[in-house]
């Protein structure tokens, strides 16, 4: 599965989900993390539909349909949930 994850550096809230997204990668390897920057991907921001709320994750099936999304700040055992779930479904 890819994750998709949208951020900027002006964004505070992606600074501060720096950390979190480092250690869900960490803990993740099966998953293929793919990071774009909000400013300079705008063909695929407007592609994923991506709003003012950054940042954002989002997760693609191997036919690159989308599952679910992320969006804002959470905690990493919300995102660890978010996984699981994921996970059963698949």
């Known amino acids: 599965m890819k994750v998709l994850k949208f951020n900027a550096i002006w964004c505070s809230a992606c600074l501060v989900m720096k950390k979190v997204f480092k250690h869900v990668e960490n803990m993740h390897p ?4 793919i990071n774009y920057d909000y400013d300079m991907d705008e063909d695929l921001v407007e ?3 991506i709003g ?3 940042p954002v ?9 989308e599952v679910t999304r992320i969006v804002g700040e959470k905690s990493y055992d919300e ?3 978010i ?3 994921i996970s059963k479904e698949g």
């Open 57 to 65: 994750l989002i997760f693609l099936d191997e036919n690159d349909q």
């Open 47 to 49: 592609k994923y539909n």
């Open 79 to 81: 995102i660890e949930e």
């Open 30 to 33: 099966e998953l293929k993390f």
């Open 83 to 85: 996984i699981a779930s």
């Open 52 to 54: 003012t709320t950054i």
